[in-house]
């Protein structure tokens, strides 16, 4: 006879393990613990020392992005329906303050 393991509500640390794919000169890191989560709010923090990006969920948690040392974000919102990326819409460039 097995025995069994408890069964517990705390998440699998390896949960938390990010997961990385590397090209020549780029590379894709993704944060799988956040799948399937619904997104309440994506707020940009910026002042001269400091800035985030916080995708905030309606379970009331949060992935916060600290951005070091200065940086210009464009937005695009895109349909991959197809397969491919098609601009939906644009925004203007924000740079940190």
Known sequence: MK???PKTNKPSPRRFTLIERKFPGRRF???PRMKGRTVDKIELFTTS???SITVSFLD???LTL???PGFKLKAD???R???DARKVKSW???ASE
């Open 3 to 5: 025995n069994p393991i």
């Open 29 to 31: 890191v993704e944060f």
């Open 49 to 51: 020392e400091y800035h």
């Open 60 to 62: 009331k948690t949060a």
């Open 66 to 68: 600290v951005i070091d």
């Open 77 to 79: 919102y895109q349909d």
């Open 81 to 83: 329906k197809s397969g």
């Open 92 to 94: 203007p460039a924000i």
